[in-house]
């Protein structure tokens, strides 16, 4: 099944023949988000300071939360409507600096589980660096132009890449990491193995700490050790104790540390604080 491309143009046009020549470095970042929208990022240093021209910036109509600015403050700009796409007409005052930047949804293209970003970039002159961040999770499966260097932060995979040519097409495949979903897969065994050990190590310490006691104590200590706090004619009356016995149970569950009384009215209030 074909895919139908459309190519996204990402093109300069300097309104003075003369400036392109003064153009540097460009330095294009595309960030995958998420959500595969993609925000891009441009910065264009000049050889000297421009004032009194404007730079036509090519955009297309997904694009979004468009921010632009020189080194110190935003720049005025004007978003002009064309058949296909948008010019994005900036203002320079003065300044080497150039920076823009935005979201657009036009730049993935999906096939099932496969994902392919795709643009093409044209500068008049200078040098350009380029940089594509896939979201965490995601693999590179082919890219062009060949000569990009793929690395990795240990959570995100880039690919970079240095311009010799004005013209570029890029072109990058990927897709969901098998590894990534294995790694969620064992990380959530992991947890429920981890929460079923608790909850039988824990049973099982209960089980042997209530082996040295007597059965009308054990039937006290799991009561209060589900209720916390219990008044003792109340837990009499429970299990049906004399007032001599459930007197014994107490001083026996407070010498060893297991319960606090406290003296309230008639009765005692006790706490299990163990």
Not at 152 to 181: A, C, M, P, Y
Not at 217 to 236: S, W
Request: no cysteine; aromatic share 12%.
């Amino acid at each position: 099944m074909k895919v139908l491309i459309t190519i996204i143009a990402f093109i300069i046009f300097l309104s003075v023949p003369s400036l392109a020549q003064q153009i540097d470095t460009a330095d294009i970042g595309f960030d995958v988000q998420n959500n595969l929208n993609v925000k891009e990022t441009i910065k264009i240093i000049f050889s000297s300071n421009i004032e009194n021209n404007f730079v036509d910036f090519v955009l297309d109509k997904g694009a979004s939360e468009i921010n632009v600015m020189d080194s110190a403050r935003n720049l005025n700009y004007e978003i002009l409507q064309r058949e296909n796409d948008y010019l994005l007409r900036i203002y320079l005052q003065g300044d080497n600096e150039l920076r823009i930047s935005y979201t657009s949804s036009n730049f993935i293209f999906t096939n099932n589980n496969l994902y392919q970003f795709f643009t093409e970039i044209s500068f008049l002159s200078g040098n350009i660096n380029a940089k594509l961040i896939l979201p965490p999770g995601y693999v590179i499966d082919d890219y062009s132009p060949k000569d990009g260097i793929i690395s990795s932060d240990g959570r995100r995979i880039s690919i970079n890449w240095s311009l010799t040519s004005s013209e570029s097409i890029f072109s990058v495949k990927f897709s969901k990491s098998e590894s990534q979903d294995y790694f969620v897969f064992a990380a959530i065994f992991l947890v429920a193995l981890i929460i079923v050990l608790v909850l039988y190590f824990r049973k099982k310490m209960k089980q042997q700490f209530i082996q040295g006691f007597r059965e009308d104590e054990k039937k006290v200590i799991e009561y209060l050790q589900q209720n916390k706090i219990a008044y003792q004619n109340k837990v009499e009356q429970e299990f049906k104790f004399s007032r001599a016995k459930m007197t014994r149970i107490v001083k026996i569950l407070a010498d060893k540390g297991l319960i606090e009384k406290k003296k309230k009215g008639r009765t005692n209030k006790l706490r299990w604080i163990k």
